[in-house]
């Protein structure tokens, strides 16, 4: 099995550009998440689905965020317009009994 | 302030010696999960406990969850090189489906 995968691995992007992280889940994984994680804050939810709905996105810090999960072998999740304070590592898990299985993570640095 | 507090945030250690880390929260988890991550890796699941003073054991490292399941610990015995890395616990609370909440992480370099 390839595991969830994340691309791109780093992202460097310039302040108020739109950025697209990618995730696709493992096979057969009905619910998907993305956290984000930086030295200050530790590891943190930002959204999750179930069968490609939406259950909780409470963890998005801003309008500024979205994410979509548009069939149940892709997810993305948008910053836009993007800030220095958005420079993180991001990572999408997916599970199917409630074993989490994280990606690599993207690694985005927004100057 | 954290739900899930860690400690010792850094540990470091020399082979062969025996070490603790604790996961400490005031409130109820329904299970909670121990992950280990290495640098430029996404958390590797490593164990889950679900029982109030549940003991699971995973070769050299035994996990376990408090009686009353607000905390949990993890013992790593006659530590390795390989062990080096961040272990992070997670918990479920009680009613919140999948929502995982991770501790604050400790990090633990085993040296030769």
């Known amino acids: 099995d390839a595991g969830v995968i994340q691309s791109p691995r780093h992202e460097v992007t310039e302040m108020g550009q739109e950025v697209t992280l990618r995730c696709k889940p493992i096979s057969g994984h009905n619910s998907l998440f993305w956290y984000r994680q930086t030295m200050m804050r530790g590891l943190e939810l930002l959204i999750y689905f179930n069968n490609n709905v939406p259950i909780d996105d409470s963890g998005m810090p801003e309008d500024r965020f979205s994410a979509k999960m548009p069939n149940a072998s892709f997810s993305t999740l948008k910053i836009q317009p993007s800030e220095p304070r958005d420079s993180a590592v991001y990572f999408c898990?997916?599970?199917?009994?409630?074993?989490?299985?994280f990606g690599p993570g993207t690694r985005l640095t927004v100057t | 302030t954290q739900l899930l507090e860690q400690s010792p945030q850094f540990l470091s250690i020399q082979e062969g010696e025996n070490l603790t880390v604790y996961c400490n929260s005031s409130?109820?988890?329904?299970?909670l999960q121990w992950y280990r991550q290495e640098p430029g890796e996404g958390p590797v699941l490593l164990v889950t406990v679900v029982t109030g003073g549940e003991v699971k054991k995973l070769k050299r490292l035994t996990f376990q969850f408090g009686d009353a399941r607000k905390d949990s610990s993890l013992h790593i015995t006659a530590a390795q090189p390989g062990d080096t890395g961040l272990y992070l616990c997670?918990?479920?609370?009680?009613?919140?489906?999948?929502?995982?909440?991770f501790g604050t992480g400790t990090r633990l370099q085993v040296t030769l």
């Open positions: 898990a997916s599970s199917r009994s409630g074993d989490k299985y």
């Open positions: 409130s109820v988890f329904s299970s």
């Open positions: 997670a918990g479920l609370l009680t009613g919140t489906a999948s929502k995982l909440t």
